[in-house]
């Protein structure tokens, strides 16, 4: 099946600085990915739909000045927590959109968890 | 708008015990329906899927009717295992609603007791 890599797994930074997550699709290309957070416990939450060329759609309440997105290629997506504070730990997953005939699915990374200090 | 309503665990089992996890959901159109399955500390993967009325969706001993009748797609395996332990999320996506997003359940934990 299709994969998807996210990069890094896990990272760990001090309150202010910013903090780069990529989303690769390994074997397809994906014109448009998607950014979730998860909070302990719970279920994913939407944050936006990245598309390839454009820009990002943020979901209510998502600060598109803090989560920085950008899809630079059919390949790859980027969130940049900006100025990051404690409230923002979280564990981020991506997905990519396949596309082409009756069926869209979306394939899953295997997330990037963020620990601010 | 589009929902998902899944039982709430966490929900403990002995080994090869029979597994139900309920699912409904509401849409404007006509979805396609999944469950996704989450280890501890990892993404989500595909468990099964299926994307017209009446479909069964399967995949490692796990089964799901699409039920448009009663808008169900419960999750049901005939015997689990330790190794089945996880988040299983059930969600939509209504393409007919122009778009792609996934709209997911809240979860349910299963912890299987050897």
């Known amino acids: 099946g299709a994969v998807v890599s996210q990069h890094p797994s896990r990272v760990i930074c001090k309150s202010g600085t910013s903090v780069k997550i990529e989303c690769r699709s390994l074997d397809f290309q994906a014109t448009t990915m998607f950014w979730y957070r998860q909070f302990p416990k719970q279920s994913l939450m939407l944050m936006a739909t990245?598309?390839?060329?454009?820009?990002?759609?943020?979901e209510q309440g998502v600060e598109k000045d803090k989560f920085l997105i950008n899809h630079a290629s059919l390949t790859l997506s980027t969130l940049t927590v900006t100025s990051a504070h404690p409230e923002d730990s979280s564990f981020y997953i991506c997905?990519?959109?396949?596309?082409?005939?009756?069926?869209?699915?979306?394939?899953f990374g295997p997330g990037t968890r963020l620990t601010v200090l | 708008g589009n929902s998902v309503t899944q039982m709430e665990g966490p929900v403990t089992l002995s080994e090869e015990a029979f597994l139900t996890i309920n699912c409904t959901y509401t849409a404007t159109g006509y979805p396609s329906l999944f469950w996704y399955v989450q280890y501890p500390g990892e993404g989500l993967q595909l468990l099964l899927k299926a994307t017209k009325a009446d479909d069964k969706g399967s995949n490692k001993g796990f089964e799901a009717t699409y039920r448009k009748e009663t808008t169900s797609f419960h999750l049901e395996k005939g015997s689990v295992q330790v190794s089945d332990s996880a988040v299983y999320f059930c969600a939509l996506i209504d393409s007919g609603a122009g778009s792609y997003q996934l709209t997911f359940g809240k979860g349910t934990k299963l912890s299987v007791i050897p």
């Open positions: 990245s598309n390839e060329g454009s820009k990002a759609t943020y």
């Open positions: 997905s990519a959109l396949t596309s082409g005939g009756t069926y869209n699915e979306q394939f």
